[in-house]
T-cell receptor, first 111, second 116 residues
Framework: SQQGEEDPQALSIQEGENATMNCSYK?????LQWYRQNSGRGLVHLIL?????REKHSGRLRVTLDTSKKSSSLLITASRAADTASYFC???????????FGAGTILRVKS | GAGVSQSPRYKVAKRGQDVALRCDPI?????LFWYQQALGQGPEFLTY????????KSGLPSDRFFAERPEGSVSTLKIQRTQQEDSAVYLC??????????????FGNGTRLTVT
């Protein structure tokens, strides 16, 4: 079973626009991570936010975490065609040494 | 440096055949994970090794699935008597840490298994 659920399932935007993806989860966590997966490839780690952090930035990425609502959002600013990929949130639960992934958001950036 | 390497990249098996999927983690990485990713879904946890010890196999879907890491480096995921529902991408990931706490996973490109 999957702990996280991403919203929306698919998102199509124009190059230069911002893309926002949301993730909800069910149990207490140590951290929440976002990964990108290009078609036919493995997952690439983007950013990790700890349970005691509320916001984190990395380049064009901004992640927020609201532990009271058990939700996170990933914002990609000034999107590029190369950002086209699937994006997954993953939670490192408080109990258990593994990452649990959501179903992902498919992002398409049109040039 | 070299990343996580998986082989083969693609595998087609007839229903009932046995298959073996290989994972070469990043050198020195202690922890190794296997995930199964069905089409259009997120990765689902299968099993986890710390060095040669298999500490969690709670995600293996049936006793047809078996994983090993005998020398604490290379790992093999074996599926016996493959069924069509086993068709998926099998991802391997590694970490330099014993405990995953606040650290990311490094993934290979996966093996796409198609059972006909």
């Amino acid at each position: 079973s999957q702990q996280g659920e991403e919203d929306p399932q698919a998102l199509s935007i124009q190059e230069g626009e911002n893309a926002t993806m949301n993730c909800s989860y069910k149990t207490s966590i140590n951290n929440l991570q976002w990964y990108r997966q290009n078609s036919g490839r493995g997952l690439v780690h983007l950013i990790l936010i700890r349970s005691n952090e509320r916001e984190k930035h990395s380049g064009r990425l901004r992640v927020t975490l609201d532990t009271s609502k058990k939700s996170s959002s990933l914002l990609i600013t000034a999107s590029r065609a190369a950002d086209t990929a699937s994006y997954f949130c993953a939670t490192d639960m408080e109990y258990g040494n593994k990452l649990v992934f959501g179903a992902g958001t498919i992002l398409r950036v049109k040039s | 440096g070299a990343g996580v390497s998986q082989s083969p990249r693609y595998k087609v098996a007839k229903r009932g055949q046995d298959v073996a999927l290989r994972c070469d983690p990043i050198s020195g990485h202690v922890s190794l994970f296997w995930y199964q990713q069905a089409l259009g879904q997120g990765p689902e946890f299968l099993t986890y090794f710390q060095n040669e010890a298999q500490l969690d196999k709670s995600g293996l879907p049936s006793d047809r699935f078996f994983a090993e890491r005998p020398e604490g480096s290379v790992s093999t995921l074996k599926i016996q008597r493959t069924q069509q529902e086993d068709s998926a991408v099998y991802l391997c990931a590694s970490s330099p840490y014993r405990v995953l706490y606040n650290s990311p996973l490094h993934f290979g490109n996966g093996t796409r298994l198609t059972v006909t």
